[in-house]
């Protein structure tokens, strides 16, 4: 964008808040507001498994939201290309223990896209209930908080533990299931909601649901139908007030994401010079551009606060011009 300059900014839309802020809010979460934030947290992951990618820290506080309820995925700072050498070790130190998969809390060495789906399950029911549905002071505690719920898995369910976890579990006095607590988390826990959620909180990965499977659940029919209503991009309205739907409403990557590239980057000015490149060639296309309004107040805390840059003042110079359009990122 600025190549003379030693620093790079990236400017994205302004989201005022996030789901997680709106969780311990007095905000009062309707039927409809709960369908439709799951149903885009959803349709974002999918397209992001479509690509194989996995998060692997989705929580409240990583799924930012905007006055209009548009919800979007952010802080890829854990993420990485799903790994189909079953062989092949991942790393365990993800996800923030309220919201990690049993299979990782148990010490498997591999693991899939459906971690992220048992996530997603978690906030479903911390958006029930406006509490966090399993919150433990450790990985132990937090395992023991999941089979009180689920019961004690079988031999068969944790395949993918470690043999010190099997042995830790196998050698507690065994729990049956009691799911049907989660029909007290609120008066909104339908038996619609609790297939669903039932369905996320599977102790086995494999038997776990999809999110193109959960996508298809009848309970975000509705969350479907509004979001593309009156909030998405891709369809719009006529002049005549008719409403034109795209042919598919949640879109796939159009290849999966292929790292590579990054393996290749050695320096800091490496990563610089991509990110350069990249945005001069965004620029180029038919993106809805991002404006900036120099007068808002964000805009004017933004540019207080980076005033003790040097480099910064030059950029602050082009940006301040009546009005600038970037493209969104």
């Known amino acids: 964008m600025f190549p003379q300059l030693l620093f790079r900014y990236v400017i994205t839309e302004l989201l ?11 905000q009062p979460l309707s039927p409809d507001h709960i369908k439709v934030f799951l ?18 820290d989705i929580k409240p506080g990583n799924l930012l939201v905007n006055s209009n309820c548009v919800l979007k995925i952010c802080d890829f700072g854990l993420a990485r290309v799903e790994e189909p050498d079953s062989s092949k070790h991942m790393t365990q130190e993800v996800v923030t223990q309220y919201y990690r998969a049993p299979e990782i809390l148990m010490g498997a060495k591999h693991y899939t896209a459906a971690v992220d789906v048992w996530s997603v399950g978690c906030i479903f029911g911390e958006l029930l209930s406006r509490r966090i549905l399993f919150q433990a002071q450790n990985p132990i505690q937090q395992l023991e908080l999941i089979t009180e719920l689920l019961g004690t898995p079988s031999l068969e369910d944790m395949r993918y533990a470690c043999e010190g976890a ?3 579990m196998l050698r507690r006095a065994p729990k049956p299931p009691s799911l ?3 029909y007290t988390l609120s008066s909104q826990a339908t038996h619609e909601v609790v297939h669903l959620l039932c369905q996320m ?16 659940h009848p309970y975000l029919d509705e969350g479907r139908l509004r979001y593309h209503s009156c909030m998405c991009k891709c369809c719009y309205t006529t002049a005549s007030g008719m409403r034109q739907y795209t042919t598919e409403f949640e879109t796939t990557a159009p290849q999966p994401f292929d790292d590579m590239w990054e393996k290749k980057l050695s ?3 490496q990563v610089k010079e991509q990110m350069h490149e990249f945005i001069a060639e965004q620029l180029n296309t038919s993106r809805v551009p991002l404006c900036i ?3 808002s107040a964000a805009f004017k805390s933004f540019a207080r606060r980076q005033k003790c840059c ?11 011009s009546p009005v600038i359009f970037l493209c969104a990122a």
Not at 40 to 55: D, T
Not at 201 to 216: E, G, M, Q, W
Not at 310 to 320: D, H, R, S
């Open 16 to 26: 005022q808040s996030d789901l997680h802020k709106i969780i311990v809010s007095h």
């Open 39 to 56: 149903y885009q947290i959803l349709r974002g992951l999918k397209y992001l498994h479509s690509a194989r990618i996995l998060h692997r």
């Open 166 to 168: 099997k042995t830790h």
């Open 180 to 182: 049907t607590a989660l």
């Open 201 to 216: 909180l599977v102790f086995d990965p494999d038997k776990r649901i999809s999110v193109v499977d959960a996508l298809a």
């Open 267 to 269: 320096s800091v000015q």
């Open 293 to 295: 309004n120099p007068q």
């Open 310 to 320: 040097a480099p910064f003042k030059k950029t602050l110079e082009i940006l301040l």
